[in-house]
C-alpha cells in the first residue's frame, strides 16, 4: 500500500470503493461549482460502455462531452499513451520541440477545410483553443473586437466565458466580464429571434451582421466573427444551408475573420470531419479540441498559414501546449478514425438516430423538434408544441431515468430543455437500440 507522508481519510485506491463513500470524500476535498450530472464514480470504460465503481454498467451516450469520438480506451490509444510515456512525457516545445507535435500538426492541417496552407498551434482546452483563435485574429487585423452568438458556448475563461451566450451556470457572478465583445442572435429556425420563417426568410439572420455593424459594432473595427457550426451546449442548433456561406461571405467583404469552433463539431462528430464541410465554408482559423485526442488534454488552432504567421515568437504557446503524449494520442484517434471509416460511420448512425427521434416525435407530444447532423442529434422538449415552453424538468427528469436505467445521456440548451447525443462513433447497433430504447421508455414514462 502506497504511504503518503500527508494525513488520508481513505487510502488510495480503496479497498472496496462506493459511490457513495467516494460523494463524502468529493464533498469534503472539491468544491461544488466543479459539479457532476451523475454520482457514479468510473471504474473503467471500454468502446460505449462505462462501468462504475459498484459493478454497474452504462451506454455512453455522452462521450465525455464529446470527447471520446474514437470510443473509451480504444488500443491503439492505450498504446500510443503508453509507448510515449516510456519515451519521454515532457519537455516543453517552447524548450526542445518534438516530432508528435509536428506529425500531429501536418495530418491536422491536411484534414482541416481549405486548399490554402494552414498551420496548427497546439494547446491545451478547448478554452484555450479559443483564447488563442483571438489574439490571433486580432493581432493580424489590429482591430478588437469579436462578433459572438447567443446560445454560443466557447469556454470558461474571462475571454470565453465572455463570448458564451448563456448565463446560467457560466457567467453568472463572474463578471465584469472581457470588452469588445458583442453578441447576435443565432440561426435558431425553430426560435427565430426575429419571428421569421425558414426559407421564406432568406437567411435574414445572416444577412443582419450588416445591420449589425450599423447598430452594435463597426465593421472596420470587428478583428473576428466567431460561430459553432451547431451551437453545441445552446441545443444542437442546425444552421440552415445557406446561413455560413451568407456569413461567412459578410466576413470576407468586410476584412473580418470568420472562426469556426469545431470544438464539439469536429473529428467526425456531425458526419464530415469538420462540420464547415457540410456547406463549403473554409474558415480562416478553427478551433479544435475534445475528439482531437481521445480524452488527453490536447486543442489546437488550425488556420490559414498567413494569418497564424503574423504573431511574434514566443507570443503564442504554453508550458504544456502540445503535449507529446497528448499528441500521439492525437495521431492514433486520426489513424483510428481513418482505418475504421468513422466519419462516414457518424453519418450512418446519424440516420438511425435519426429515425428513431422521429418516431419519438410522432409518438410523444413532448418533443418539440428534431435537430443535428450525423451523430449530433438531438431532441428539444416542451411542454406545448403551439407555445413551444421549454420542458427543461422534464429534460432533467429524462436524464435521470436514463442514469437509473443505465445510460448516460446529457442534455443542453440555454433553457436545458435539449436532449443531445455525443456516444462514441464505434457503438455497436445493439447498445445503440438499447440506448435509444431507455430514451424512448422515459419519454413514455414521462406522460
Ligand atoms: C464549442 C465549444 N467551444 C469551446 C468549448 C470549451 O472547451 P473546454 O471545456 O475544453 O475548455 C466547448 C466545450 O464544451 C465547446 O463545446
Redesign the pocket.
Known amino acids: 500500500m502506497v504511504q503518503y507522508p500527508f494525513a488520508c481519510e481513505k487510502e488510495f485506491p480503496m479497498e472496496h470503493p462506493t459511490n457513495t463513500a467516494l460523494t463524502a470524500l468529493r464533498n469534503k476535498f472539491i468544491p461544488p461549482g466543479h459539479g457532476s450530472i451523475t454520482s457514479s464514480y468510473v471504474a473503467s470504460e471500454k468502446g460505449a460502455l462505462i462501468r462504475d465503481v459498484e459493478g454497474r454498467e452504462f451506454i455512453d451516450f455522452a462521450g465525455g ?2 470527447t471520446m469520438n474514437v470510443g473509451h480506451s480504444h488500443p491503439k490509444v492505450v498504446a500510443a499513451i503508453k509507448d510515449q510515456a516510456e519515451k519521454f512525457t515532457h519537455t516543453c516545445f517552447m524548450v526542445l520541440p518534438y516530432e508528435p507535435a509536428v506529425a500531429l500538426a501536418e495530418k491536422l492541417c491536411n484534414a482541416a477545410p481549405g486548399a490554402f496552407p494552414k498551420t496548427a498551434l497546439f494547446i491545451n ?4 483553443a ?1 483564447e488563442n483563435a483571438v489574439k490571433i485574429a486580432r493581432y493580424y487585423t489590429k482591430r478588437p473586437a469579436v462578433i459572438a452568438f447567443e446560445n454560443g ?4 475563461t474571462l475571454l ?1 466565458m465572455s463570448l458564451t451566450g448563456k448565463v446560467k451556470p457560466y457567467k453568472y457572478g463572474f463578471g465584469p466580464f472581457a470588452p469588445e465583445i458583442y453578441r447576435m442572435p443565432y440561426a435558431y429556425c425553430y426560435r427565430c429571434a426575429f419571428g421569421l420563417s425558414y426559407p421564406g426568410c432568406d437567411v435574414f439572420c445572416a444577412d443582419y451582421l450588416k445591420e449589425f455593424f450599423i447598430n452594435h459594432v463597426a465593421a472596420e473595427k470587428t478583428a473576428a466573427v466567431i460561430a ?1 457550426p451547431i451551437a ?2 445552446g441545443g444542437f442548433i442546425t444552421p440552415p444551408p445557406e446561413y455560413f456561406p451568407k456569413l461567412a461571405g459578410i466576413c470576407r467583404d468586410n476584412g473580418i475573420l470568420f472562426i469556426s ?1 469545431e ?2 463539431t469536429g473529428m467526425g462528430r456531425t458526419g464530415k470531419m469538420f462540420a464547415m464541410e457540410h456547406w463549403g465554408v473554409e474558415p480562416d482559423l478553427m ?1 479544435v ?2 475528439s482531437i485526442a481521445a480524452g488527453m488534454p490536447l ?1 489546437a488552432v488550425v488556420g490559414r498559414k498567413d494569418i497564424m504567421e503574423v504573431v511574434h515568437p514566443f507570443g503564442l504557446g504554453g508550458t504544456y501546449g502540445g503535449n507529446p503524449i497528448a499528441c500521439r494520442a492525437g495521431l492514433a484517434v486520426m489513424e483510428i478514425l481513418e482505418e475504421e471509416n468513422l466519419v462516414r460511420a457518424s453519418e450512418v448512425l446519424g440516420k438511425k438516430i435519426r429515425e428513431r427521434f422521429e418516431a419519438f416525435k410522432r409518438d410523444h407530444e413532448l418533443i418539440g423538434d428534431v435537430r443535428g447532423m450525423g451523430a449530433m442529434a438531438a431532441l428539444e422538449l416542451v411542454k406545448d408544441r403551439e407555445t413551444k415552453e421549454p420542458a427543461a424538468d422534464e429534460a432533467k427528469a429524462l436524464v435521470r431515468f436514463c442514469h437509473d436505467r443505465g445510460l448516460i445521456v446529457l442534455s443542453c440548451g440555454s433553457m436545458g430543455n435539449i436532449i443531445r447525443t455525443l456516444m462514441p462513433l464505434i457503438i455497436t447497433d445493439e447498445q445503440l437500440d438499447k440506448g435509444l430504447s431507455i430514451i424512448e421508455e422515459g419519454l413514455a414514462a414521462m406522460l
Open positions: 462531452i464529446g482546452s478547448g478554452a484555450e479559443v458556448y466557447h469556454g470558461r470565453t459553432e453545441g451546449e469552433d470544438i464539439q478551433t479540441a475534445k486543442s
